[in-house]
């Protein structure tokens, strides 16, 4: 069916306009998600300063550092300050450990936030590789394909 020049002239305003209004919007919220990663980049693992963490970190970081992710000496290590990382786990919405459901539980913002966590934390390992933390965690928390597929194209390294 064709429609009179006035007619499409309508439409095609309309059309410009309904565009125009949705561009806007999904860059505003886009700006709002953004505003808020940043704010978490901000306050990421301020927990760790306090008095209560701080003072168990500093016996084992030595121990960590030239440990390997996942390995038994790097859980044995952890597990001497247990209360200190509980006390972290419960004020950091970005580890799975805080959540009843875990990774389920989580928001994107959660969820990013997380994954340049492990991106940061593998580089702190002599050996440190994204991708293995990645594997190592897909146990640890039962993650799906496609949430490793994310964590990998969106993280990992690269080969």
């Given at each position: 069916m064709i429609v009179s020049k006035g007619r499409f002239i309508l439409n095609l305003f309309s059309h410009i306009i309904g565009t125009t209004t949705h561009k806007l919007r999904v860059f505003i919220y886009l700006f709002i998600f953004c505003i808020k990663l940043l704010y978490r980049g901000l306050v990421h693992d301020?927990?760790?300063?306090?008095?209560y963490e701080s003072k168990h970190y500093a016996e084992i970081i030595h121990l960590l550092r030239g440990s390997t992710y996942g390995s038994v000496i790097y859980r044995e290590s952890l597990r001497h300050i247990k209360p200190a990382i509980k006390h972290h786990y419960k004020r950091s919405k970005h580890h799975p450990e805080h959540w009843e459901n875990e990774i389920n539980d989580m928001s994107l913002l959660d969820f990013v936030e997380m994954a340049y966590d492990w991106k940061a934390a593998s580089k702190r390992h002599k050996n440190g590789d994204t991708n293995k933390s990645i594997d190592v965690n897909k146990k640890r928390f039962n993650m799906d394909?496609?949430?490793?597929?994310l964590l990998k194209n969106t993280i990992g390294d690269k080969k």
């Open positions: 301020l927990s760790k300063y306090s008095w394909e496609t949430a490793v597929t």
